[in-house]
């Protein structure tokens, strides 16, 4: 069990089965995030964190019936978006960007 | 009636969940930022989408349904957005779209740098 859920029999089993995708998602992203190479990589690795933890986070509401995480779901892609672009804005600034560089 | 809304919803989880992991997948593997944005934003953006219907699909009342409806209409507007930027920003900083080469025992790892 990876989510204490009030839900049972099916349901439960479905929760679990996508909290463990995504916790095997989690994973592979922050992986990729670490290793690079490139900054444009890490900041689509970031992306897909944000919309990964939005995912968890409506998960999480299903699991637990609990409404006020879906709030910060929604909050969370409208920060997400702007962090994306915020840092699109800071690789396109940068200049003599060098590949494979390390940063 | 509610049985089948239930067993719609755990499969539209499941495969929200098997999506959202393949995103990840390619994000890892694929040989360079472009073809890896295009994993993430696709298969993610649909794998939330599947996440939030099941929610839709168990709803009890209205808030969590329309809240529900409003997270996923926020992802489907600002990831393909998101994704354009990041794309440009890259092409300007000079990688270039990686291209299928035979492997050869030089090459260490395939990448698209110019």
């Known amino acids: 069990m990876i989510i204490e859920t009030e839900l049972t029999g099916l349901m439960a089993s479905a929760v679990n089965l996508a909290a463990l995708f995504l916790v095997g998602a989690f994973v592979m992203a922050a992986v990729r995030l670490i290793i690079g190479p490139t900054l444009p990589d890490r900041v689509v690795a970031l992306d897909l964190l944000t919309m990964l933890v939005v995912a968890f986070l409506t998960l999480f509401a299903l699991a637990t019936g609990v409404g006020a995480y879906l709030d910060a779901a929604l909050a969370l892609a409208l920060v997400g978006f702007l962090a994306t672009i915020a840092f699109a804005r800071f690789v396109d600034l940068t200049p003599e960007q060098n590949p494979g560089e390390r940063r | ?114």
């Not at chain 2, 049985?3 to 495969?15: D, K, M, N, Q």
């Not at chain 2, 168990?58 to 926020?74: N, R």
């Not at chain 2, 600002?78 to 080469?101: K, N, S, V, Y």
């Open chain 2, 1 to 114: 009636m509610s049985g089948v809304l239930e067993l719609l919803a755990a499969i539209s989880l499941v495969l929200g969940g098997a999506l959202t992991f393949i995103a990840a997948l390619g994000v890892l593997r694929m040989p360079d930022v472009y073809i890896r944005m295009h994993a993430s934003t696709k298969a993610g953006t649909l794998g939330v989408l599947l996440i939030a219907l099941a929610l839709v699909l168990m709803g009890a009342d209205a808030g969590v349904v329309s809240k529900a409806i409003a997270v996923f209409a926020f992802v489907l507007l600002t990831a393909p957005i998101g994704a354009h930027l990041i794309a440009r920003a890259a092409w300007r900083g000079g990688q270039r779209p990686w291209q299928w080469r035979p492997r050869t025992d030089t090459d260490v790892e395939p990448s698209g740098r110019p």
